[in-house]
Nanobody
């Protein structure tokens, strides 16, 4: 399974970006999907997740109401729509996939990068003030 993330770039505060993550090698419907980010000098942190079966979504508190995770199984692509971006959102964003239903259901697993089996290469988002 391979994940290819894209869509990052430079944007002013208040702007929007949409990240995409294309899954190849197996159908997207087999996986729970997550987006993580890592800022310089900081640990990788959970941003958003979407459950494989129900499509239920999960977000870290600081992005609720601004970011939306979605998936298009027909296109084998997951998305992260980001609005009202802030300088503190600046980071490399990674998409991740895992087939274990517990990964997305159990909060401690959902938030942990170690729980996800597959990762994209990362796409840089820079938000200027």
């Amino acid at each position: 399974v391979q994940l290819q993330a894209s869509g990052g770039g430079l944007v002013q505060a208040g702007g929007s970006l949409r990240l995409s993550c294309v899954v190849s090698g197996r159908t997207l419907s087999s996986y729970n999907m997550g987006w993580f980010r890592q800022a310089p000098g900081k640990e990788r942190e959970f941003v958003a997740g979407i459950r494989r079966t129900s499509g239920r979504t999960y977000y870290r508190e600081s992005v609720k109401g601004r970011f939306t995770i979605s998936r298009d199984n027909a296109k084998n692509t997951a998305y992260l729509q980001m609005k009202s971006l802030r300088p503190e959102d600046t980071a490399v964003y990674y998409c991740a996939a895992d087939a274990n239903p517990r990964t997305i259901l159990v909060a401690s697993l959902r938030l942990s990068p170690q729980a996800y089996d597959y990762w994209g290469q990362g796409t840089l988002v820079t938000v200027s003030s």
